[in-house]
């Protein structure tokens, strides 16, 4: 299949116009006239996950955060950058990435997220505008409000997310024995909007890369915030994206990457 034919059936769903301006999500590497007969998921484009594409004869990686992402003024093979783009290159292999196009996006990251956990979406909690041409008007923007599927206790709605996102480890903002029924989700880093999300009624944030002065504040107002971290809240992407892809890239192999690492060790 060729590779503009793949971008076209994915950006129909996932629009690139959905992505915020300061973001690089689209074809970062590539060739649109390529044929593709393999793709590989991942959530970093990493030496380990380039080699690894390499080693199973991958055409295009897709990835959520993108590969290009802060200016480039040289391509040098003694640098990690430059060393990566000169294997894809030299070894014809895409990259296209989906990050806020996808974060923002209907049946994206975030409502993925929502239905991991048992929750089910009802707003979007940071609405950033409405596109009559995409899925009917619907609005679009970052995050996802909803409701449990049932209302459990702060500690056991932790040890709910520990088992469901597959991580040991999480830091959390709030006072113990609280009941949790509502909640408001934002994959990455979305601690910025613990406000918001109190001024709503959410009964908790779930998100990642909460700053200490952020839970400080959140604290102060008694709005409890789960920090699953950046890794443990995005790991998800490609089991997010994969049934999409296998159900309308049909003559093409989809995989996902076995080098999908948290690149922190916790102790």
Not at 133 to 158: V, W
Not at 174 to 200: H, L, M, P, R, Y
Request: aromatic share 8%.
């Amino acid at each position: 299949m060729i590779l503009n034919d793949i971008l076209k059936t994915v950006e129909s769903k996932y629009p690139l116009s959905l992505q915020y301006n300061w973001d690089n999500s689209g074809l970062n590497i590539g060739d649109e006239d390529q044929e593709v007969k393999k793709i590989m998921l991942t959530l970093d484009v990493t030496e380990k996950t380039v080699d690894e594409a390499i080693e199973k004869n991958v055409d295009l990686i897709i990835s959520h955060h993108p590969f290009l992402f802060s200016k480039i003024n040289k391509v040098n093979k003694k640098d990690i950058k430059g060393k990566l783009i000169y294997k894809l290159i030299s070894n014809s292999i895409s990259v296209y990435c989906m990050h806020t196009s996808y974060d923002l996006a209907f049946d994206g990251l975030n409502d993925y997220f929502m239905k991991l956990i048992d929750a089910k979406t009802e707003e979007i909690l940071d609405v950033e505008g409405r596109l009559d041409s995409y899925l009917e008007g619907r609005n679009y923007g970052l995050g996802r409000t909803g409701k449990l599927n049932q209302a459990m206790k702060i500690e056991d709605f932790i040890n709910h997310l520990k088992e469901k996102l597959k991580i040991q480890h999480l830091r959390y903002v709030g006072q113990d024995n609280i009941e949790i029924s509502t909640i408001a989700v934002v994959t990455g880093a979305g601690a910025e909007f613990f406000q918001k999300a109190k001024d709503i009624g959410i009964d908790l944030l779930v998100t990642g890369d909460m700053k200490y002065h952020q839970a400080m504040d959140a604290m102060e107002i008694n709005m409890p915030v789960v920090d699953c971290g950046h890794y443990g809240s995005e790991h998800i992407f490609a089991d997010s994206l994969i049934d999409f892809l296998e159900s309308n890239l049909s003559e093409v192999d989809v995989i996902k990457s076995e080098n999908i690492v948290n690149p922190f060790k916790e102790i």
